[in-house]
């Protein structure tokens, strides 16, 4: 969990520091005033990248050179320093004074995120469910990152390849080593959702009354050897400049009430969908790591009625990680007692009194 954090020249964020509580912690002040660049900020430092798709000069404050995010983590009684730098002239990532990439920062700042565009892991294209169960695996299957890692360049050189019209057996050269990492990332996708499938089953029931399904589609044809798909496919990839077929292909459906999870009309509904599909990884990555991880909420009651929304909270302080919240209003969101409260406006960030003192109603 994150103890410390500071913040420069991020958004309208010109200077902050924040010393945070290790289980809640609810940061409300009126629209535009902050409160999302500050979770924005904090996933930042965790994934080296805006959760809401933002480019880094979009991100520089106007009139600043660069942005800088610090923060002190302790895992366990190990203290960890992280701190991320951003300029136009680059991304530089320092974690115990060492350099390091976005993994270096995920390992160290676990963390996941519910916004108001959450709903767009069941409703959005088949690549953000991709992603969700890639972070399940980072954290659940050691060898993940490394088969991803050279899957993907593997993937990008036989796709310049074929966009270069190369030869076929140019192109072919590079699939027995295509597959056989194709098979490595498909066979951890599969573990880590089975090691997932009982927190994705409770927080179903526990959010909308009913069982999920997950149906993972591995990118090709199940009955058909990918090895043969990719040379009878050769033309087809040559024509779209592209490989068709393989795990960057792959999609999770997701079944809800027996119907198919894209097709429900409620936002709300979707809401509730992902952000159980969110607790629930959060969940399996705390059990594999064996610490809490860090959960970002930004705005969550929006779309949510008053029952659904008390639902979500409820199961967020079942969940037992240290959590970061915004809200309009300090009494829009039930916190438990201890809470640290901080209100912004314009930028700037200050406690607000003491901390909540009243019974647990969750």
Sequence with gaps: MIRTFKAS????????????????????GANASGKTSLLEALAYLGRGKSFRGASTA????????????????????????????????????RVDGEGGGAAALAEA??????????????????????RFLDWVAFHVEPEHLTAWRRFRRVLKQRNAALRGNSR????????????ELSMALDASRRRSLEVAKGSLEGYGQGLLGTDL???????????????????????????????????????????????????????????????????????TAQTALERPLLLLLDDPAAELDADSLDRLMEAVAMLGCQVVATSLERAALSIPEGAAVFHVEHGVLSPAGEPVKRPKTL
Aim: aromatic fraction near 8%; hydrophobic fraction near 40%.
């Design 109 to 130: 700042l676990p963390l996941q995120v519910i916004d108001p565009e959450v709903h767009n892991l069941v409703a959005g294209g088949p690549e953000q469910r991709r």
């Design 9 to 28: 020249h991020f958004r309208c964020l010109e200077n902050i520091e924040l010393a945070l509580a290790p289980d809640f912690n609810l940061i409300f």
């Design 168 to 179: 076929p057996a140019a192109i072919n050269s590079w699939n027995a080593e295509f597959v």
């Design 213 to 283: 399904g997950f149906d993972y589609q591995q990118g090709w044809k199940k009955e058909l050897a990918l090895e043969a798909l990719l040379t009878e496919g050769l033309e087809r990839d040559l024509q779209l400049g592209a490989t068709q077929y393989g795990p960057h292909r792959a999609d999770l459906k997701i079944r809800y009430d027996e119907r198919q999870a894209r097709k429900l009309v409620s936002r709300g509904q979707q809401k509730l969908l992902a952000s159980a599909m969110i607790l629930a990884a959060a969940e």
């Design 58 to 93: 979009n991100l520089i404050q106007h009139g600043a050179q660069e942005f800088v995010l610090f923060g002190q983590v302790d895992n366990d009684g190990r203290h960890r320093r992280i701190g991320v730098r951003n300029s136009r002239a680059g991304l530089e990532i």
